[in-house]
């Protein structure tokens, strides 16, 4: 029974991880900042480089492993900004909210199935314990 315990609790970590990963790429989704090969580029800090949730199968349960998305930006137009190039273009994160979305929606049925799956064991162990006593 340990080994489900701890199967679910990976699951719930991943979980957990990948809801604060897609909530810190949403709220710094507007978080652009100079072209890297803009001429002021050095004065400025960088755009924002959302990241991404990887989850691998691992001995007794699961692992989620943060990698940078790549790529981690796009150019976008905005005069007004200070660190603009010539052209205009900054670097935008590049978030697809379309897709932080479905990764929050996983986030929460994989937590809440891997939760059922603790319930559930938990319910068969105290079961066994009423049977033998």
Known sequence: ????????KSGMQAASLRLDVSASN?????????????????AYPPAYAPQRVDQVEVAGGTAARVTT????YVPAYDPSAPYADKNGMVAAPNVDLTNE??????AAYEFAANARVLQTASQM???L???KA
Not at 26 to 42: E, H, K, R
Not at 69 to 72: G, L, T
């Open 1 to 8: 029974m340990n080994a489900v315990f701890a199967i679910a």
């Open 101 to 106: 979305v479905v990764q929050q929606i996983t």
């Open 129 to 131: 314990l009423d049977i």
């Open 26 to 42: 949403v709220a710094n989704m507007s978080s652009d900042g100079p072209l890297p090969d803009a001429a002021n580029a050095a």
């Open 125 to 127: 162990m105290k079961t």
């Open 69 to 72: 998305a790549s790529p981690s």
